[in-house]
């Protein structure tokens, strides 16, 4: 079967760094994605990797390592509003999203 | 630009009642579009996509149902309503952003089955 894994719950200092992991089993890749999503909203679009590397986005980055199944997301100093959940999502050989149930990450001053 | 609007954004039905939750985008056309149930401590379940008027593909088995009768609005429904049935409900649609094919979700309904 296809299985994304990701950390349930982190906690983190306010103006730190955070990485959140995600690893993958699918049937072929077509993509990595990171979402966020705040409480009782949607998700949004945070990253996309198809390449191994690092791809950097503001105080967001994002990691890909194919051979590995492998992604991390790195959060750099971090501010309260950053408390949400972070959902790492597959792309499958036949183009379909496989999702993780989502990291909430909790920010502390 | 493009946006996506989804409703109603909250509400409370019994047991055997019918369903109706209404998507449509705006500033595209035939847009690709996605119902997603999600559900606490799991990854977003797709439910339907459409690739076009009349079009639906289905992934889960279940009572629900989707139509699109117009291009850009995109319908999920319910004959019966069940507990299980309870849940965030997400309307999407495909999209190319900063080179990627990316999902863009509405606002999200949640849904409450008693």
């Known amino acids: 079967g296809q299985n994304i894994d990701q950390p349930t719950e982190m906690t983190a200092t306010e103006g730190a760094i955070v990485q959140i992991n995600c690893t993958y089993q699918?049937?072929?890749?077509?993509?990595l994605f990171w979402y966020q999503q705040h409480a009782g909203e949607a998700p949004t679009f945070l990253s996309y990797?198809?390449l191994d590397g690092l791809e950097e986005k503001g105080r967001f980055s994002s990691f890909l390592s194919r051979s590995k199944g492998y992604s991390y997301l790195l959060l750099k100093e971090l501010q309260m509003k950053d408390s949400a959940s972070y959902l790492c999502a597959v792309k499958d050989s036949n183009y379909q999203l496989i999702w993780g149930a989502g990291t909430k990450l909790i920010i502390k001053p | 630009s493009q946006t996506i609007h989804q409703w109603p954004a909250t509400l409370v039905q019994p047991v055997g009642s019918p369903l109706s939750l209404e998507c449509t985008v705006e500033?595209?056309?035939?847009?690709?579009l996605y119902w997603y149930r999600q559900a606490a401590g799991r990854g977003l379940q797709l439910l339907f996509y459409s690739v076009g008027i009349g079009q639906i593909s289905s992934e889960v088995p279940q009572n629900l149902s989707a139509s699109r009768p117009q291009d850009r609005q995109f319908i999920l429904s319910s004959k019966k309503l069940l507990l299980s049935d309870s849940g965030f409900y997400l309307c999407?649609?495909?999209?190319?952003?900063?080179?990627?094919?990316?999902?863009?979700f509405g606002a999200g309904s949640r849904l409450t089955v008693l």
């Open positions: 699918t049937s072929g890749f077509n993509g």
């Open positions: 500033g595209t056309s035939n847009p690709n």
């Open positions: 999407a649609w495909g999209g190319v952003v900063s080179g990627a094919n990316v999902l863009t």
């Open positions: 990797n198809v």
